[in-house]
């Protein structure tokens, strides 16, 4: 059974930095793209950001680069979101999703539970 | 940029009726587009990838269709169990979800 469990969200002030953790198993970790997807309360979902199989290709969305960085361990079966110079509009639910590589693109078939990240003052 | 609509934004259906939400991009995807449903406090649920190929797992009463710019999702005989919100997403190296579709009980 394909497990994903994130820890790591919390209350943060705007302007801190907070890492996400993505611990991974019931599937071969490292034949999968991954990826962290956001929900803002009461909105739809909102892609952040997918890395390869090798980590040679991140890629994030507009909203984020520049701030966030993705990354992952294979030999932890673990996927990290490392978020930095956070905004309010950045509070959400994160979760994170394997994701199927569909001739370059994008699908999410296995998604976590969701950590909470609040940016207040 | 590709935008994504979705109609109706709500929709309020009976069990037993069939169901349909609708799509639309912006500019031409071909049918590079999947479906999820989601129940609140729960992740979305993948139901349909490439416009029309059924996830595994997934009930038989769910298809989908299209291809271009306008596409559906089609709930064949709607169970109690269905009540939920239901998103489009753009499969692209930076995907794009549509803005959703509450599904709620007559």
């Known amino acids: ?121 | 940029d590709i935008q994504l609509t979705q109609s109706p934004s709500f929709l309020s259906a009976s069990v037993g009726d069939r169901v349909t939400i609708t799509c639309r991009a912006s500019q031409r995807i071909s049918y590079y587009l999947a479906w999820y449903q989601q129940k609140p406090g729960k992740a979305p649920n993948l139901l349909i990838y490439a416009a029309s190929t059924l996830q595994s797992g997934v009930s038989s009463r769910f298809s989908g269709s299209g291809s271009g710019t306008e596409f559906t999702l089609t709930i064949s005989s709607l169970q109690p169990e269905d009540f939920a919100t239901y998103y489009c997403q753009y499969l692209n190296s930076h995907p794009l979800f549509g803005p959703g579709t509450k599904v709620d009980i007559k």
């Open chain 1, 1 to 121: 059974e394909v497990q994903l469990f994130e820890s790591g969200g919390g209350l943060v002030q705007p302007g801190g930095s907070l890492r996400l953790s993505c611990a991974a198993s019931g599937f071969t970790f490292d034949s999968y793209v991954m990826s962290w997807v956001r929900q803002a309360p009461g909105k739809g979902p909102e892609w952040v950001s997918s890395l390869s199989v090798g980590s040679s290709t991140a890629y994030y969305a507009d909203s984020v680069r520049g701030r966030f960085g993705i990354s992952r361990d294979n030999s932890k079966n673990s996927l990290y979101l490392q978020m930095n110079s956070l905004r309010a509009e950045d509070t959400a639910l994160y979760y994170c999703a394997t994701a199927r590589n569909y001739g370059g693109r994008f699908y999410f078939d296995f998604w976590g539970q969701g950590a909470l990240v609040i940016v207040s003052s």
